[in-house]
């Protein structure tokens, strides 16, 4: 079967003029005896709960997580697995290809530390040792001691085999089963381009495919090693996953707020978790180490059997989070800072790649957060998600609002974020309020309006502060809650500003660049008469007073009134 792989690789490869035949045929005999006698699955039901799980760098329809760059994998397969023994608690096991390459990333030994951590023995990572990278060898080239002991030293049950011996791999791979309270590692020792003369083992073939020449001779060659031709059937696996509905999860009771009432977004945000946690079981949140802050510890006490700590390994929370979302099985939300989600940027671009349904909430935004140190500031966040494709962007504005996001994330397909906020704020909204993706508030407004002053968050209470302020002094301004800055309320926008003369300004605790002013102009470039005047955090903030910092750096009440005087002046 090993040589029957190789052959396909080869064929695909060279129909295509372009791939890894070397690298397949380095995995061969690890792959052919998990799929033909190790995995357990319905080979023509891909998506059956039960199935075994299968994590590799590339795409294939029984495959589990699409992670096209090294080093995601084995995250994913932690969230999988975790799931399997805690959440599920059922008998299929998860199987991770590791490649040598790819084990220089931190993440790989991120979640080396994670499963460690949960005891998932249901776990198995494979190390394939080829001693070859993309350009060149590896640090350690075949040491298999080396990576032996390194696993070791992280906790986990660690064996080295032959990765061309097909009756040594099914000897470790049943050692495996018997483990209990620590995940296995499997170190291979194999060689790239196995089989294939004056290819195996040499330098300069990644990414070639063997030339059209000799494909044929070659592929004859590994035709007569095969000794059998006799079609393998994988077992079929043990049906024990509980059944589960994750769909149309609603709000029971409505928001307990009143207006006037003052509460952080990043609290409102954690009990929405809480309530949501009583609605549905496979509802589960994740933590780096901020449970305190961003609130997440109201779920975990309400509801600790769902509540993961991933401590401070962000890369390895969301693709934990990716993970345990595979299959249908959990609804995940992960939170910490939001400045610290740019360091997992890679794992949600792939996420939204595979087509994931993941929630990411990111409190601490902006200069609001006040005396938190400037490392935690958020101000780039708005244009790192507004760049992943398919992703709806919440930014609510007060407690009643943010439940409403917490509730829409969890039936909405695809990348979600939450950013909420440090400092406490009005609730502005009834308990009766209803909210919908991609629908702005127009939270004051009147006939005889001069200015469409947009906000969100933080700066939504700013623009209210100045419209009251305006309006003392005779001027009257439009004012509106965003809400979702993707998708954006375009026809909202646009039908505010020509009522206003076709003056907007936007007022964002982001800095300019890929925030809320740059997605408004974009929206109405194709509108003539309409002018947008952008307020943003300008320069390298500091830390202080979160008032201070606000009118400090711009965007504050006092300086939004400035500039509706500037545009009805000239």
Not at 26 to 53: C, G, T, W
Not at 225 to 250: G, M, Y
Not at 473 to 496: H, M, N, Q, Y
Request: proline share 4%; with cysteine; net charge negative.
């Amino acid at each position: 079967m090993a040589n029957r792989l190789r052959i396909h690789s080869i064929r695909a490869t060279c129909a295509l003029s372009y791939g890894h035949p070397t690298s397949c045929s380095s995995a061969a005999e690890i792959i052919s005896v998990l799929f033909f006698h190790v995995m357990r699955y319905k080979q023509m039901d891909p998506e059956n709960p039960n199935n075994d799980r299968f994590i590799l760098l590339k795409r294939l329809p029984f495959l589990d997580v699409t992670t096209a760059w090294v080093g995601q994998g084995l995250g994913a397969a932690c969230g999988m697995a975790y799931t399997g023994k805690y959440f599920d608690k059922a008998s299929y096991r998860v199987y991770c290809l590791v490649g040598d390459s790819e084990s220089s990333e931190g993440s790989v030994w991120e979640a080396l530390a994670f499963a460690s951590h949960y005891s998932l023995d249901n776990l198995v990572a494979i190390f394939d040792v080829n001693r070859l990278g993309h350009s060149g060898t590896m640090p350690l080239e075949d040491c298999i001691d080396i990576y032996k002991k390194r696993c070791e030293a992280f906790g986990w049950n660690t064996v080295s085999v032959d990765g061309c011996d097909v009756e040594a791999l099914c000897h470790v791979y049943w050692q495996a089963t018997q483990v209990r309270n620590k995940p296995t590692a499997i170190v291979a020792k194999t060689f790239k381009g196995r089989g294939i003369p004056n290819i195996e083992d040499a330098e300069n073939w990644h990414g070639k495919p063997m030339p059209k020449e000799r494909a044929d001779a070659i592929i004859k060659l590994i035709e007569s090693q095969i000794q059998t031709n006799r079609n393998v059937e994988p077992k079929p696996p043990i049906e024990d996953s509980p059944q589960i509905n994750i769909l149309h999860i609603e709000m029971t009771s409505p928001p307990s707020y009143n207006i006037g009432d003052k509460v952080a977004t990043r609290k409102a945000c954690g009990l929405a978790l809480a309530k949501m946690g009583r609605t549905n079981d496979r509802v589960i949140v994740l933590d780096s180490d901020t449970k305190n802050s961003t609130f997440s510890e109201i779920f975990k006490k309400e509801h600790p059997e769902r509540f993961i700590e991933c401590f401070t390994a962000e890369q390895n929370m969301v693709s934990v989070a990716l993970g345990c979302t595979t299959h249908g099985r959990t609804i995940a939300f992960a939170s910490t800072f939001a400045a610290f989600l740019t360091r997992a940027f890679d794992q949600i671009r792939m996420g939204a790649i595979a087509q994931s349904n993941i929630n990411l909430i990111g409190s601490h935004c902006g200069i609001s957060i006040g005396e938190n140190s400037l490392s935690q500031m958020a101000l780039e966040d708005l244009a790192m998600f507004r760049a992943i494709p398919n992703c709806t962007i919440f930014y609510p504005s007060d407690a009643i609002s943010t439940e409403h996001a917490v509730f829409l994330a969890a039936n909405t397909k695809g990348v979600c974020y939450i950013r909420t906020s440090r400092p406490e704020t009005d609730v502005i909204y009834t308990q009766q309020e209803c909210f919908k993706i991609g629908e702005a508030k127009v939270v004051r407004c009147s006939v005889n309006d001069k200015v469409t002053v947009i906000g969100a968050g933080v700066t939504l209470h700013e623009a209210l502060a100045a419209a009251e302020e305006l309006s003392n002094e005779g001027i009257s301004i439009c004012v509106i809650d965003l809400f979702t800055i993707k998708p954006l309320d375009i026809a909202t926008i646009i039908s505010s500003a020509k009522s206003t003369g076709g003056y907007i300004i936007t007022v964002e605790d982001h800095h300019s660049e890929g925030g809320i002013g740059e997605a408004v102009c974009a929206a109405v470039s194709m509108e003539p008469g309409i002018r947008v005047c952008p307020l943003a955090v300008l320069g390298m903030p500091r830390s202080g007073h979160s008032s201070e910092l606000l009118d400090m750096f711009g965007i504050s009440a006092r300086h939004i009134v400035m500039a509706v005087k500037c545009i009805l002046m000239n």
